[in-house]
């Protein structure tokens, strides 16, 4: 049994996963709480928010995001990838900063626009 508490909403559930012939999920409140559970297990994902150095804008770092949930395992390479980022303004929210991160088709975004 694995004890995870979900991120999924402000609830915060404590969620108990057994893996047993697939996986069996309590102490959600909702179902996405119990998806949320079986993923954690099986697929964990994150969404990967950051700054990038950004010149000619008033203030210093450019807030961006992933489009999409990246795996786990390469969250840490794709934060690496930021460091090599420097944008000019101007930049607009939406548009891609990096794009294909780390081959699973996902893009860091600017969150605002600068």
Do not use: W
């Amino acid at each position: 049994m694995t004890e995870l508490i979900c991120i999924v909403c402000p609830r915060g559930c404590h969620l108990r996963v057994v893996e047993d012939h697939g996986y069996s999920v309590s102490g959600h409140g909702c179902s996405r709480g119990e998806t949320y559970g079986k993923n954690e297990l099986s697929n964990p994902v994150r969404i990967v928010t950051s700054t990038v150095r950004i010149n000619g804008a008033r203030i210093r770092r450019c807030p961006v995001k992933t489009n999409g949930a990246l795996p786990k395992n390469l969250v840490m390479d794709a934060v690496k990838l930021l460091d090599s980022v420097h944008l000019y303004s101007p930049i607009r929210r939406g548009q891609a900063i990096i794009e294909d991160v780390c081959g699973t088709g996902i893009s860091f975004i600017a969150v605002r626009d600068l």
